[in-house]
């Protein structure tokens, strides 16, 4: 409560007072009246303090505001990018070829043949020519695996043209020390590549 309000109502109050007491022909005031009428004015005076010192409130803003506006994503599907073709020479294939037929290979000295240690032998197969060239001058057999046993191939006298079978041949001689023995061979063109299937002798040295 403010104070100098306060003050002042009490101080009418008392004044009041001391006058009832001087005249008696004055009529008794009525101390709970004056005392409500002054607890008015003070209520009146604080209410007034107060209204002025309120800040007045901030004026609300009404209604509803509108969606924010957004930019659309546009999501684009990529395209596809074009392969590019590297041209790639195909690998040269080889015209040669070889084949035999397992039954007919060997013309003679069929495998496990027994010799004696250093006899000279000559070996024949017969093969077929499966490629897409003759054989002819150059081609001739060589050696590929196992022991060689100082074999000598013969050499072509014809020419092979493709699907034709031909028996070829190889000197050979039979190792001094006794055992078994296998000796494989190939055709090779006149560039000297070998090519086709092996075909070999299997002796027994006794």
């Known amino acids: 409560m403010n104070h100098k309000l306060r003050n002042t109502a009490i101080l009418g109050i008392i004044l009041l007072s001391a006058c009832g007491s001087v005249t008696s022909s004055t009529p008794t005031l009525d101390i709970n009246a004056i005392y409500t009428a002054a607890a008015q004015t003070v209520i009146v005076e604080l209410t007034q303090t107060a209204s002025a010192s309120s800040p007045t409130p901030e004026a609300t803003a009404t209604g ?5 506006t957004t930019t659309p994503i546009i999501t684009s599907t990529p395209q596809p990018q074009p392969t590019l073709l590297v041209g790639v ?43 897409t060239c003759p054989w002819g001058a150059g081609y001739g057999l060589v050696f590929g695996y196992g022991t060689k046993m100082d074999g000598q191939p013969v050499a072509f006298t014809v020419t092979v043209n493709p699907g034709e079978e031909v028996e070829v041949s190889v000197h050979f001689k039979a190792p001094n020390n006794p055992g078994e023995y296998l000796s494989s061979w190939r055709v090779a063109n006149a560039a000297g590549s070998p090519f086709g299937k092996f075909f070999y002798v299997k002796i027994s040295v006794r």
């Open 89 to 131: 020479s195909p690998t040269q294939v080889s015209c040669d070829n070889l084949s035999f037929d397992p039954l007919t290979v060997d013309v003679n000295i069929p495998d496990g043949t027994q010799m004696s240690p250093g006899q000279d032998f000559i070996k024949t197969w017969r093969i077929r020519n499966t490629g």
């Open 64 to 68: 509803s505001l509108p969606p924010p």
